[in-house]
Structure formats: structure tokens, C-alpha cells
């Protein structure tokens, strides 16, 4: 089983669509996560940290089922910027390695 | 806002030549960090470098790569003896303690091997 693993989709939607991405993770004991954004050949940048209370950040709404080991991110009224892949990232601690998972493409399309 | 700057932007080197890649982390930061990112795959953890050491390192990071901070700034990258395989745009990146705070990535060093 892979440690991160997200739909790579590829997702098309039109601008004002909501668009959700899933991710699990294998290792039970990560300890923080991410939502990371990347734009074609540029370095991931951090969208939000996901906390167990769930957590919201103007039109994206990330939340975290530890139980099931469970990532969600939700994307509300998309715009054409928000075309990128998104990295579902875990963290394990110690000395902060993160572990990132394939990617899920979204293009917004007018 | 601080950033995470690396060196070259992007390299042609020939197989079996030495590369270094130079990141210079944000200023403040203690823990630092090489990825790298084979095209069209994910982002892959290369090693962990705090407190002039290396703390953790994945199975990539083999004989023929090595780390060093010289001079307190400089955060490098050295493949002895490239490969092929090791094309791939490779990612410095750094934090101020990694218990929850943000990793931030620099722009990346693409690496052509031919």
C-alpha cells in the first residue's frame, strides 16, 4: 500500500464548480498534514495545514478523519487560478520529513 | 516574505560527471532539506540535515550523494557520479522547527543528465 495516496484524476471543472480531493495514508502514527499546491514545474507551496477539527481558509476546507486515515480537501467556487496539482502531504515527526503523495491535477476551465 | 533561493536553476551535466546544487534556506531556519521530483512522478524525501548532520535520509540517498553546510549559509547537494536516473528537478527546503510549522521549498534545481 502506498504511504500517500490521492486520485490523480485528472479533474475538470468549470469556473464556480465545487471540486473535492481525497487522500489516505498508511502510517498511523503521522502526525501533521498538508494540502500542498504546485504549478506545472514550480516547487510545492504550502494551500493549508489540515487539523482534526477541520479547518477552513476562504473557499477551501480541508479535514482530517484519523480514524479512517482520511484527508479531504474542498475547493468552493473554483477559478481559473486555482488550476494546479494538489499534494496531499503527511508528516511523521521527528525531523520533518514529509511524505507526499502522487498528486490530483484540477483544471478550471471557463 | 523570506524565500528558500537555489543554484543553478537548471543543469546539463554529462553521465558519471559531479554535480552540487547550492540552496541558501531562509536565515533563520534550523532544519533543512533536499527532495527531488523525477518528471511526471512525485516528490520524494532525499534527506534531512540539522544541527551539521544528517538526521534521517530515505533509500535514494545512496553512497553517491552528500551534504554540507560549509559556511553557516550554503545548504549543498553533491552527486558524485551521475546517472541517467538521476535527471530530476530537485527541491532545497527548510523550517524552523518541523513540528507543525511550515517547510518551504525553494524554486528548484533542474538537473539534466546526459
Redesign the interface.
Known amino acids: 500500500r502506498k504511504e500517500v495516496e490521492q486520485d490523480p484524476g485528472p479533474f475538470n471543472v468549470p469556473e464556480g464548480a465545487t471540486v473535492a480531493f481525497n487522500c489516505t495514508y498508511s502510517n498511523s502514527a503521522s502526525q501533521s498534514f498538508f494540502w500542498y499546491r504546485q504549478d506545472c514545474r514550480k516547487e510545492p507551496k504550502l494551500l493549508m495545514s489540515v487539523y482534526s477539527s477541520g479547518n477552513e481558509d476562504g473557499r477551501f476546507t480541508a479535514q482530517l478523519n484519523r480514524a479512517s486515515q482520511y484527508i479531504s480537501l474542498l475547493i468552493r467556487d473554483s477559478k481559473l487560478s486555482d488550476s494546479a496539482t494538489y499534494l496531499c502531504v503527511v508528516n511523521k515527526g521527528s525531523y520533518g520529513k514529509l511524505t507526499f503523495g502522487q498528486g490530483t491535477i484540477l483544471t478550471v476551465h471557463p | 516574505e523570506p524565500e528558500v533561493t537555489q543554484t543553478p536553476s537548471h543543469q546539463v551535466t554529462q553521465m558519471g560527471q559531479e554535480v552540487i546544487l547550492r540552496c541558501v534556506p531562509i536565515s533563520n531556519h534550523l ?1 533543512f ?1 533536499w ?1 527531488r521530483q523525477i518528471l511526471g ?5 532525499l534527506v ?1 540535515f ?1 544541527n551539521n548532520e544528517i ?2 535520509k530515505s533509500e535514494i540517498f545512496d553512497d553517491q550523494f552528500s551534504v554540507e553546510r560549509p559556511d553557516g549559509s550554503n545548504f549543498t547537494l553533491k552527486i558524485r557520479s551521475t546517472k541517467l536516473e538521476d535527471s530530476a ?1 530537485y ?1 532545497c527546503a527548510s ?1 524552523w ?4 510549522n ?7 534545481s ?1 538537473l539534466t543528465v546526459v
Open positions: 532544519y532539506y527532495y512522478q512525485k516528490v520524494e524525501f534531512s540539522y538526521s534521517e528537478m527541491f523550517t522547527t518541523p513540528g507543525g511550515t517547510i518551504y521549498f525553494g524554486e528548484g533542474w
